[in-house]
């Protein structure tokens, strides 16, 4: 009988409160979608960690990312990248600390220190409503937050991720970018003697075992069908071309290696990863009429502009 009168008493309970649950887990969910754009972010600081608003955070990665000067609709574009980019990076894990090797940012005071009081006055309320006018828009694959990878300047052809990273991504594909090789970006020198390459090989790995002969140690092994240098040897390792360009800090692994006497030559083209969107493109397109809209879906395929409120899932 005690069973009984327990058992009835549990189903009451059951019915009473699990349409109550499921009505709250629901709000919830749409609280989490609605709320989303309002989400902080914290900033990692050599002398300690920050939190700011997403779009407050939001203002300092576009103007250290991309020059004021650029046009409005390349700054939005931007604006929508940088959110789509850390937002997914939020969704991801919702306790990311940003560094610096994540993305760039600059707070109000240093970008007062940097650009002056003048141009402070002139560069800040630009970027500040290149923000505000796409506040919580970013860009979706299939209902998901994309990765809105970017680079200063292609060599007039963006890569795919396959060709960088060796992953399949839809909407990351290559896109003409004619305009690119007439960006200040586009072309970079360096000269390294070979204590300066010794040195730089040994951090990255001091197994390295190098002649002095350097046109022995540097050695490009294969490019792609654009010139991206894949595969270089150094020493006696062999790197992509991508690890070589981190280790040497190249402006892209779409180099030359000239040798002189007792120096080696590295000349670049492009600026970046040369994934996503162009920057420089991005501008060229803004100053021929296009929307940031028209600038995005050219260099994510197959994306659409959404909200975060309008999202199904965060």
Known sequence: MREKIISKALIVLAVFFLPVFITSLFTDFGKKVSTAEDVSITIEYKDGKKTV??????IGVVAAEMPAQFEGEALKAQAIAARTYTMKRVSDNENIVFKSNIQSYYSRSEL??????NDFALNYPKIQRAVEDTKAQVLVYEDELIDAVFHSSSIGTTRSALQVWGQEIPY????????D??????SHQYSFDYEEVKKKALKSDDQIILTQELSSDLQIIERDTEGYVLQVQLGNKIYTGEAFRKIFGLASSNFSILFKDDTVDIVCKGYGHGVGLSQYGAQAMAQGGATCEEILTHYYFNVKLTTLKEMKVQ
């Open 53 to 58: 608003p997403l779009e407050q955070y939001l």
């Open 112 to 117: 007062e220190v940097l650009w002056g009081v």
């Open 172 to 179: 990351l594909q290559q896109a003409q970018s004619l305009q």
């Open 181 to 186: 090789i007439n960006a200040p970006t586009y």
